[in-house]
């Protein structure tokens, strides 16, 4: 089965840039989404289509994705983006997760 | 405002089956699929498949199938999961999630979970 892997935890100082990768095989080829989830609380989606930001996520987030990584920037970072992080894609007609990392924001 | 309303906080013993229900409101219920995604205490999200709520068809995941049943009730714009024989690694918060599937799948209108404990 498909796999997508996340570092378990990431951390940034405050105002800086952020970047957490989510790689499995040829990842570059699917489309991939983001999701930012806060202790007690749903998940959220901050990008899709590996570039696309919903209406009400602030520009500070940014996708990309080639090759076998995909990467979500945060540009900036505040403290109010320490959260857990997911990337997923579709294969072979199954949803699939990355283990999620931790970002702390020092 | 588009919202999923999800069902109580169960209970179970282990062996026993579950069903939780989700309430959509704010968009056409038809018009998009339902996912169910679980997740263990401390541990990552966990797809469990979709439902299409126009036709009722439904797409498990593997590690699901033969234990897990989506449904759906249109005239309450509602689906529903209902997973069998329980165990202890069953107990998670489960949410139901509004979105697209394909290459291009995303979720966009998530419930705030049932917790579903299994215990003896």
């Known amino acids: 089965s498909y796999e997508l892997t996340q570092p378990p935890s990431v951390s940034v100082s405050l105002g800086q840039t952020a970047s957490i990768t989510c790689s499995g095989d040829k990842l570059g080829d699917k489309y991939v989404c983001w999701y930012q989830q806060k202790p007690g609380q749903s998940p959220v989606v901050v990008i899709h289509q590996d570039i696309k930001r919903p209406s009400g996520i602030p520009e500070r987030f940014s996708g990309s994705n080639s090759g076998k990584t995909a990467t979500l920037t945060i540009s900036g970072t505040q403290a109010m983006d320490e959260a857990d992080y997911y990337c997923q894609a579709w294969d072979n007609y199954t949803v699939v997760f990355g283990g999620g990392t931790k970002l702390t924001v020092l | 405002q588009v919202q999923l309303v999800q069902s109580g906080a169960e209970v179970k013993k282990p062996g026993a089956s579950v069903k939780v229900s989700c309430k959509a409101s704010?968009?056409?219920?038809?018009?998009?699929?339902m996912h169910w995604v679980r997740q263990a205490p401390g541990q990552g999200l966990e797809w469990m498949g979709w439902?299409?709520?126009?036709?009722?068809?439904?797409n498990y995941a593997q590690k699901f199938q033969g234990r897990v049943t989506m449904t759906r009730d249109t005239s309450i714009s509602t689906a529903y999961m209902e997973l069998s024989r329980l165990t202890s690694d069953d107990t998670a918060v489960y949410y139901c999630?509004?979105?697209?599937?394909?290459?291009?799948?995303?979720?966009?209108?998530w419930g705030k979970g049932t917790t579903v404990t299994v215990s003896a």
């Open positions: 439902i299409n709520p126009s036709s009722g068809g439904t």
């Open positions: 999630a509004r979105g697209t599937t394909g290459t291009t799948t995303v979720m966009d209108v």
């Open positions: 704010g968009y056409t219920f038809t018009g998009y699929y």
